[in-house]
């Protein structure tokens, strides 16, 4: 008979009694569990042999239920389904706390609406039933809830209530209209930010698959917000989100860009509406960048806006054009790869096109060609990392390492949305700014000298927020080979 492996782990754990009085602590505890223990097995184990008083929740133990819902290295994770390692600092959820590991969810639980039989006793078509599996599997755990940057600044419901809102709207059997009680819920706060998706155990898309569905039916119905209608007519009329303010980049530049010395690839360049129009200067120390490394880029002047700000605020019928227009500008030309500097324009296409050609960021280029070493520059950055980026497309460590070409030091600040995204600075001015202050207090945090990001929604709304220059990792790159040339 196969005997079962012991390890022992040691695990820091939150403690705390909101009516104590006593400041929390972090206590170190040491088990015995079996080898591939899950979390829950480390706590139920502290609980029976060292500590009785330590309070936590669980039930199902097969992540059915969701109850045993904590931060684990900071991350929202079900203890019942993470894999115990040693070393791990367990937290409970950033909700009302009741006891240790254990938070109020009644508060938020109670809200959530339950269907309302129409009295109908048909039974719902495949058609209808596929349209709900993408957003039925919530168990319910919160842990969207303790991560939505909305909830901590403005009145709204959350994620998990929007999910099921939208749920509700999709079943035929379900009494009544949901879509304007979620817009009175907050349905417009919402910053697309995907913290949500990701914190998830059961990854549901709640902004794709829920909010953003829910902004389209509230669109049908006349209920989308006066300055989203705006942005949306502006694209119809120019093919651009946002008005001309002087020359732009494409109007500056020659469809076919040759770098400085031999060829290392081709590509094509999706601008963007904003490093277009408004932060022109970034777009065009980026081609410096690029010319320099052997990059040649082909730059289609018929390209239009990608089409995110009318998905992500529920306003699509002009969406499919924007698509075709796109897509063909590369394809006719023979592009296979096209690059995206901007996050949410990256996203997109990533995400919500179907292209012929690979999409590629602009830092994932960078790093996977390899460029010529910047000289070191005397600052103490941080970095921002844009949600269409990280959390849209997966990207994380490009970043940081081309900011180590650079930076004399490199501070790391949480990763939490500014607040320019999802149409909330254009909708909701107020709610971006007390976002963008959250961050400016981040930011203030680290000592830094200089904020880096790869968005220009985000540098741009960033700046407003604190005294620290905000710049764009490419300008920082060109700065040290203007260093190292001489000229700076």
């Known amino acids: 008979m196969t005997s079962v492996k012991k390890v022992s782990l040691t695990v820091k754990i939150l403690r705390q009694d909101p009516s104590s009085g006593i400041t929390p602590f972090y206590k170190d505890y040491n088990v015995e569990v079996n080898e591939g223990a899950r979390v829950l097995d480390v706590l139920i184990a502290v609980k029976d042999n060292l500590d009785p008083s330590l309070a936590f929740r669980y039930c199902c133990g097969a992540g059915q239920c969701g109850s045993c819902a904590i931060k684990i290295n900071g991350e929202p994770k079900l203890a019942c389904m993470t894999i115990a390692e040693d070393g791990f600092i367990l937290k409970p959820l950033d909700l009302p706390d009741i006891k240790d590991l254990a938070v109020d969810l009644v508060s938020e639980l109670s809200k959530m609406p339950g269907l309302v039989p129409c009295g109908c006793s048909e039974l719902p078509e495949k058609e209808e039933i596929d349209r709900v599996k993408p957003i039925r599997d919530c168990i319910e755990c919160l842990c969207c809830v303790s991560v939505c940057p909305a909830m901590k600044v403005v009145d709204f419901a959350g994620p998990a209530l929007m999910r099921q809102e939208m749920r509700l709207a999709l079943d035929s ?9 979620a817009v009175d819920e907050g349905l417009f706060t919402c910053t697309s930010c995907q913290a949500c998706y990701l914190a998830c155990p059961k990854k549901i898309a709640i902004p794709g698959r829920a909010i953003e569905k829910l902004r389209e039916l509230a669109n049908r119905q006349g209920l ?10 502006l694209v119809r009329t120019t093919g651009r989100s946002v008005e001309k303010a002087g020359e732009t980049f494409l109007e500056m530049v020659q469809e076919v860009i040759e770098p400085y010395g031999e060829v290392r690839a081709e590509l094509g360049f999706f601008v963007g509406c904003m490093y277009n129009m408004r932060v022109v200067q970034t777009c065009l120390d980026t081609i410096e960048v690029l010319k320099r490394n052997g990059i040649r880029v082909i730059v289609p002047k018929d390209q239009v806006c990608c089409g995110s700000p009318l998905i992500r605020t529920g306003q699509t019928q002009i969406l499919e054009n924007l698509k075709k227009t ?3 500008c590369f394809v006719k030309r023979g592009i296979d790869t096209v690059l995206t500097m901007c996050a949410g324009c990256g996203s997109t296409l ?3 096109y179907d292209t012929p050609f690979e999409v590629i960021d602009i830092n994932q280029l960078l790093v996977k060609y390899g ?4 000289e070191k520059l005397d600052i103490k950055v941080t970095y921002h990392d844009p949600c269409h980026l990280l959390r849209g497309q997966g990207v994380h460590d490009e970043p940081r390492e081309l900011i180590g070409m650079f930076a004399r030091e490199f501070v790391e600040m949480p990763s939490i949305c500014c607040g320019a995204g999802g149409g909330v600075r254009s909708g909701l001015p107020d709610e971006a700014k ?3 202050m959250k961050r400016g207090e981040e930011i203030g945090k680290t000592g830094c000298d200089i904020v880096v990001t790869s968005c220009p929604f985000c540098e741009f709304h960033i700046q407003e927020s604190t005294d620290k220059p905000v710049k764009n990792i490419n300008s920082l790159i060109l700065e040290g080979y203007r260093k190292k040339d001489g000229n700076c």
């Open 173 to 181: 059997r379900s009494l009544g209209n949901r879509v304007p009680l």
């Open 224 to 233: 989308t917000l006066d300055r989203h209608k705006a942005v949306a007519e």
């Open 326 to 328: 796109n897509i063909q």
């Open 350 to 352: 990533k995400n919500d």
């Open 371 to 374: 460029i010529e070493t910047p």
């Open 434 to 436: 007390a976002l963008g």
